[in-house]
């Protein structure tokens, strides 16, 4: 089992709609957790981070974080062309070492 | 404020030529990453500062990769003799002391693009 998965896309909304991306991990006592946006051939840009259970928001954004699952996922509420972009989960393991998914391609349809 | 600083941008070599990437760190930040990124992947660990401590090269080939990090600031990161399958993304990223309340979040500068031929 890869540490961190995603679900590499594309994921197509259309503009005004919800997104909704997710990531699941497998190292039970991870405690960060990171959302990175990246648009193509720019570096990853943190946009969201979470450590405790629940929701969190910023904005636009929202991340959820469920440890008993082992899940995390980042809502993007009404979602712009300018939101198309590769979205990286990323956690932090036993060794505090930072995995980073392959990244959810996400379409925003004008 | 600044963000993270790295050069070149891009750099083509033949493979077994030598090539060094170099980074500066936002101001302040203590912790410092040598990530590589290759097409449709996340990043990937090669390196991490603590200071002027590695704290975390096992995924770094030591054979042909090295890094240094002097007075904890600026960084770079060698490979010698390159191979074709180090064309890549390389990004640094550095992070906030630990316990700031902002632990692990990393800030990445924009990389350098090497093409191996």
């Known amino acids: 089992q890869k540490e961190v998965e995603q679900n590499s896309g594309p994921l197509s909304v259309p503009e005004g709609a919800i997104a909704s991306l997710n990531c699941t991990y497998s190292d039970r006592v991870s405690q960060s957790f990171f959302w990175y946006r990246q648009y193509s051939g720019k570096s990853p840009e943190l946009i969201m981070s979470i450590y405790s259970n629940g929701d969190k928001e910023d904005g636009r954004f929202t991340a959820q974080l469920n440890k008993a699952s082992q899940y995390v996922s980042l809502l993007i509420r009404d979602s712009q062309p300018s939101d198309s972009a590769t979205y990286l989960c990323a956690v932090n393991n036993r060794d505090d070492k930072i995995i980073f998914g392959k990244g959810t391609r996400l379409h925003i349809l004008p | 404020e600044a963000g993270v600083v790295q050069s070149p941008r891009y750099k083509i070599i033949e493979k077994k030529q030598p090539v060094a990437f170099w980074c500066n760190p936002i101001?302040?930040?203590?912790?410092l990453y040598w990530y590589l990124q290759n097409l449709g992947q996340g990043p990937e660990l090669l390196i991490r500062?603590?200071?002027?401590?590695?704290?975390?090269d096992s995924q770094l080939p030591k054979d042909r990769f090295s890094a240094e990090r002097l007075k904890g600031v600026d960084s770079t990161l060698k490979i010698q003799p390159a191979e074709l399958g180090d064309s890549a993304v390389y990004l640094c990223a550095s992070s906030p002391l630990a316990g700031a309340g902002s632990y692990n979040e990393q800030f990445f500068g924009p990389g350098t693009r090497l093409t191996v031929l």
């Open positions: 101001s302040g930040h203590n912790t």
């Open positions: 500062y603590e200071n002027e401590e590695a704290v975390d």
